[in-house]
C-alpha cells in the first residue's frame, strides 16, 4: 500500500479500508530540529506499544482518538485525520523551553498547568504562536482552539493519574489534533517518551528523548522503564 507520508519517527500507509490507515513507528531519534540523527534499535517498537497502552486509557476515559488498534510490535492502524498545523503542550512543571523562556529552573511545579500552541512549520522551527496568531494564520477557529483547550488539559488529568499511580512525574507533553473523516475533532499521532518529559518520582531521573537530547545514558532503558510501570509488556 501507498507511503502517504515520512516523518522524523513515523510513516504513514495508505491501507485498503479508505477509514484506516497503518501508522508505522521508525528507530530513527532526531533532535534540535533534526540536527542530531540516530537509529535506535528497539524504539520504535516501545514507542508503539507505550503511545497504544496511552491511547487506550484515553479511549476508556471518553477522549476520541485516532488511534484504532495495534497490530505488530511497530505497527498500529488509525483513522485518517486532516492534521492542524499545531503542537499543543501542556505542561505542569518547568523544563525545556519554558524554563529558558522565563529564566527559571528546571522542575518548578507551575501553581496551573500552562497550555502553549506551536505553529507546525519545519521552516521556521516550529514557533510558539498565541490565540492572535492563530487566528491570523486561519488555521482553526476560535471555537476550535478552545475545544483543543479543554481537551488537551483533560488528556492531563488523566494522564497524571495514570503517572502518579506509576511512580512517574508528568513534566509536559506535546499534543496533534485533527479533524476525522465526519469532521469531527480527534487526538492524533502519539502519546510517548519522545512527546512528553517523564521523570522517576522519587529520584528525578529522566525517561524521555531528553536522555537522547543531551546524551544522558540509555534511550531504550528508559523508555523499557515507562513501559512497564504503565503495566506493558516490556519482551515478548
Ligand atoms: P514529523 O512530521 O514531525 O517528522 P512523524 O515522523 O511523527 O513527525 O510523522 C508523523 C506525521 O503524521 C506527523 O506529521 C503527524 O501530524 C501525522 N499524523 C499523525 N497521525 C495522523 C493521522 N491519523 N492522519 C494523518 N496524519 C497523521
Ligand atoms: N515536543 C514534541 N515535539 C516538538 C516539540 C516539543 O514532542 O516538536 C514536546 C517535548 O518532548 C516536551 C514538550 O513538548 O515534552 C515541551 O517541549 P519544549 O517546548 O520544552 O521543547 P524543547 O525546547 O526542550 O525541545
Sequence with gaps: ?????????????T???????????????????????DVLEGK?????????????VLEAEGVA????????????IVRPTQMIPLEVVVRNLTAGSLARRLG????????????EWYYKDDAIGDPLVNEAHIAALE?????????????????????LKLCQKAGILLVDFKLEFGF???????????VSPDTCRFWDKETGEKMDKDVYRYDLGSLQSGY?????????????
Design 44 to 56: 520504535g517498537k516501545l514507542n508503539n506499544a507505550i503511545s497504544a497502552l496511552f491511547f487506550e
Design 104 to 115: 527559571w529552573a528546571e522542575g518548578k511545579e507551575l501553581t496551573e498547568p500552562i497550555v
Design 1 to 13: 500500500m501507498a507511503l502517504l507520508y515520512e516523518g522524523k519517527a513515523k510513516q504513514l500507509f
Design 139 to 159: 488555521v482553526v477557529k476560535a471555537e476550535e482552539l478552545e475545544e483543543m483547550r479543554m481537551r488537551a488539559l483533560h488528556v492531563n488529568k488523566i494522564l
Design 65 to 76: 482518538t485516532h488511534f484504532k488498534a495495534k497490530i505488530s510490535e511497530t505497527e498500529q
Design 15 to 37: 491501507t485498503e479500508n479508505d477509514d484506516e490507515l497503518r501508522l508505522v513507528y521508525k528507530n530513527d531519534a532526531t533532535a534540535f530540529n533534526g540536527e542530531k540523527h
Design 224 to 236: 523499557e522503564t515507562i513501559l512497564s510501570r504503565i503495566g506493558g509488556v516490556v519482551h515478548g
Design 180 to 190: 476525522a473523516e465526519d469532521g469531527t475533532l480527534i487526538l492524533a499521532d502519539e
